[in-house]
Nanobody
């Protein structure tokens, strides 16, 4: 059983930066395919960025060049560095993990990011 706990959300002005963290426990972190999703009320949860166990990354077009996903296997943590934030980035951000050998997905509880002046 993998537990994921996000942190780092908050209120930031447009153009600002935040770094989200997602700490994992209860599993073998190095074999997890990890991703950040976000959701606003009334809309579907959408993929923001993903990272494979080997470090390959992918991003939504809307965040390319502004967000960076990374992982630290020694610390069992995945990060999302968010720069040049826009009001449309406002959402609840969720961390997801899936072992490479399984279709089972594990989700964190989410952290709110609000971009507003």
């Amino acid at each position: 059983q993998v537990q994921l706990v996000e942190s780092g959300g908050g209120l930031v002005q447009p153009g600002g930066s935040l770094r989200l963290s997602c700490a994992a426990s209860g599993g073998v972190f190095s074999i997890l395919v990890l991703a950040w999703y976000r959701q606003v009320p009334g809309k579907q949860r959408e993929l923001v960025a993903g990272i494979s166990p080997g470090g390959n990354t992918n991003y939504a077009d809307s965040v390319k060049g502004r967000f960076t996903i990374s992982r630290n296997n020694a610390e069992n943590t995945v990060y999302l560095q968010m720069n040049s934030l826009k009001p449309e980035d406002t959402a609840a951000y969720y961390c997801k993990g899936r072992p490479t050998f399984s279709s089972r997905e594990y989700w964190g509880q989410g952290t709110q990011v609000t971009v507003s002046s």
